[in-house]
């Protein structure tokens, strides 16, 4: 061993050990942080699926390579990452001697073969991404950037270390090759001999430079260590646990669908028994969050992908889903020092802590706990009000997280505890909830008007207990009940059903709102009355029957999700299904025909609740296929990047204040297209892009209806005629 090579191995051997004891040190504070939340034993269970999921998600990047380029750019490096970890090994090897190497495997030309191959595809990963972060750089001229509001200095520098890492790994075997000690062939290492041929021929450079990737690679160590909410780095190991233990390992839309029930210490909150001053409601401190919540607030990566994806944050609202995970997980951090100390408040406010512990307390620390959860800037609030009450409960931000954090579990946890115990939450709303208490639904129409929509057809409408043959029972909803373009959207779905020969009843007056808008803007205890009641009324109407021949058809997608998604959570178990997926099978088996086909170009908006929430992106595609001239012409933004109507998680109730209004967003993309009919599945998104497509003056232009009146008016041509769904301009 040479004086450099003494010198090369003390440096890597001193920077190594300050390295790794302050990843110690970190990765316990992490842990003791997220240990801090709540219990979540249901994230335990089915751990194969579990494993699978993560596999997936993580090698196979299932997620990640929705986006093509970015995603395989990220794919390449996160393998360099990994794989190459080994060279960074080696490079211990190589301070102590030039011509060192790992033991065994080191020699293999299939191992070199293998590395140069990573290393440069690496490299042209990690120079895409660099690319990608500057061209939608924040302080770039026009437009929104997913970027706006992480903290860049900690993507560059990553993005740095990684490429100078390997460059300096090609720049250690172009030292071997200028020396004769590389021991890997022309054919294998292509990259390295050509470095080496214009390297000189100086045998200390291996451990220089080796000692230099060393150094690159424990000062990225040292950074992140000393900097435990730095997401952009920490990812890589927190994306493992974070997916593993997502809500649905098994389920396509993990996190969306149903909202998780209210919990008090790992299990779900019994409104007949709950006392508020030893159980849980909702969440009223970071601490109040599962565990699972706070491991998500650490796995953050900062990439915008959620926010970019957002109706709030698209139209200038102070949401976005991304700087609110990063505000909870700075609270929590900031908080922790505080209650790992032994501080924290109860469930009645009072103080855990004793005065002599508070006199010992991190001054910063307790100056963080003072803060409310919720609250406006003049309270030094961590969540302003306005960006709790933006959201629509869309799920894009949800969809789109490549490391599967539940942003809408928590942001309706946080309602929970606002409207249940502050009764704080937007003035208008509360018209609604009670109207849901008093007449069951949220227009507060009297419940002896629901089967008003059956006047006029000529086909009796059956009822549950009048009947005992039918198929399916058809969920009419409030919506469809009580508003007038709903109902024809109801008088279509019934009429098409007859017409296919299916036996369907209804349950009239004893049918009430699932509670979906309850639910969703936090007031779980009237979604637990309306809920149980109808799942009494459902269970009486099937009784006897097996699940299988529990079938409800709902037009409503808030409805279909409910019904199906959260009723079995209060034991209502039922098959449901949504009226395009019913018509789209009558269709494909004929009992239902086409024979006009309706011209005029037609484009579908695909409501949040059936697609993204539920998945169901092709009946209603196949139904318009069926029955319209040259086929959809689709949105930019469809599918499961289809952009929000504005009305979800009960902001159909609440006036939109802030910024361009979203259903006007919509409409625009829409009529872009040059379509003159504007398709949907949900009686929300009817009103919404209707009420959008008056605003823009284009109501004699632009027909907004429902896929089912799409396919009447093909079926049944003349029955059909006349009924436009787009309401009077100024309704």
């Not at 009529?671 to 929300?684: E, H, L, N, Q, Y």
Request: proline residues 5%.
């Amino acid at each position: 061993m040479g004086s450099v090579q003494i010198v090369t191995t003390i440096l890597a051997a001193a920077i190594t050990a300050v390295a790794v004891w302050l990843a110690v040190r970190a990765v316990m504070k992490m842990t003791a942080v997220i240990r801090l939340g709540q219990p979540d034993p249901e994230r335990f269970t089915d751990k194969g699926t579990r494993t699978t999921t993560m596999l997936a998600e993580t090698a196979g990047h299932t997620r990640m390579l929705r986006w093509s380029v970015v995603g395989a750019a990220h794919w390449f490096v996160m393998v360099a990452f990994v794989v190459l970890s080994l060279l960074v090994l080696e490079a211990y090897f190589e301070v102590v001697s030039p011509n060192g190497g790992l033991p065994v495997i080191g020699h293999w030309t299939i191992f070199g073969l293998a590395t140069e191959i990573i290393a440069v595809l690496g490299l042209v990963g990690i120079l895409v991404l660099m690319a990608i972060r500057l061209r939608n750089r924040p302080t770039r001229p026009g437009g929104l950037s997913r970027f706006t509001g992480s903290t860049m200095w900690q993507g560059y520098f990553v993005e740095w270390v990684v490429l100078l890492v390997l460059i300096f790994g090609f720049l250690i075997r172009g030292f071997k090759v200028a020396t004769d000690q590389f021991e890997y062939p022309v054919w294998a290492t292509p990259l390295s001999h050509a470095i080496g041929n214009g390297l000189p021929a100086w045998e200390a450079g291996v451990s220089v430079a080796a000692l230099i990737k060393i150094a690159i690679s424990m000062t990225w160590l040292i950074v992140i260590s000393l900097n435990v909410t730095m997401g952009v780095a920490w990812h890589r190991f927190l994306a493992f646990p974070n997916i593993f233990f997502k809500r649905n390992p098994g389920r396509a839309g993990s996190g969306l669908g149903a909202l998780r029930p209210m919990m008090s210490q790992g299990k779900p909150l019994d409104f007949e028994e709950a006392d508020p001053e030893s159980d849980q409601f909702g969440v009223a401190q970071v601490e109040q969050f599962t565990w699972k919540g706070l491991l998500d607030f650490s796995t953050c990566t900062e990439c915008g992908r959620c926010q970019s994806q957002c109706p709030a944050w698209n139209t200038g609202k102070p949401l976005s889903p991304k700087l609110l995970v990063l505000s909870l997980r700075d609270h929590a951090y900031a908080k922790a020092p505080y209650l790992l100390a032994g501080g924290g408040k109860d469930l009645t406010g009072e103080e855990k802590a004793t005065a002599a512990q508070l006199a010992h307390m991190d001054v910063l620390a307790l100056a963080e706990a003072e803060k409310p959860l919720i609250g406006g800037a003049e309270d030094g609030g961590i969540i302003d009000p306005d960006v709790l009450w933006s959201c629509t409960t869309c799920g894009a931000c949800v969809e789109q997280c490549p490391v599967d954090i539940e942003h809408v579990d928590h942001i309706v946890d946080m309602r929970r505890y606002q409207v249940l115990i502050e009764s704080s939450f937007p003035s208008e709303a509360g018209v609604m909830l009670r109207n849901l208490e008093n007449k069951g639904n949220p227009w507060g129409a009297p419940p002896n008007t629901r089967e008003d929509w059956t006047k006029g057809l000529d086909f009796e409408v059956p009822r549950v207990g009048e009947v005992e043959d039918f198929e399916y029972l058809f969920w009419v909803g409030c919506a469809g009940a009580f508003e007038d373009r709903a109902k024809k959207t109801t008088r279509a779905v019934a009429t098409l059903l007859n017409e296919a020969g299916v036996k369907f009843a209804i349950l009239g007056e004893g049918e009430t709102c699932t509670g979906d808008p309850a639910r969703r803007i936090g007031n779980e205890f009237v979604f637990q009355m309306l809920a149980q009641q109808n799942v009494e009324t459902l269970n009486e109407a099937f009784d006897g029957r097996e699940k299988n021949k529990r079938k409800i058809v709902a037009t409503c997608p808030h409805c279909f999700n409910t019904l199906g998604n959260e009723y079995g959570q209060l034991g209502g178990e039922f098959e449901v299904v949504h009226h395009t997926q019913l018509l789209a099978h009558l269709v494909s088996t004929g009992k239902l025909t086409p024979v006009q086909p309706v011209d005029g170009g037609v484009t579908y908006h695909d409501p949040c609740y059936l697609g993204r929430h539920n998945r169901v992106f092709a009946p209603p595609r196949e139904v318009l296929d069926s029955s319209i001239e040259g086929g959809i012409t689709e949105m930019p933004r469809n599918s499961e990047r289809s952009f929000c109507c504005g009305a979800g998680g009960a902001r159909m109730w609440m006036e939109e204040k802030i910024g361009k209004r979203i259903n006007v967003d919509r409409v625009e993309e829409a009529m872009a297209t040059g379509a003159k009919t504007i398709a949907v599945g949900c009686p929300f998104c009817s009103t919404m892009l209707n009420d959008g497509v008056n605003g823009k003056g284009a109501g004699e232009q632009v027909e907004v209806v429902d896929v089912a009146s799409v396919l009447l008016r093909s079926v049944k041509p003349a029955d059909a005629a006349g009924a436009k769904e787009t309401a009077p301009a100024g309704s």
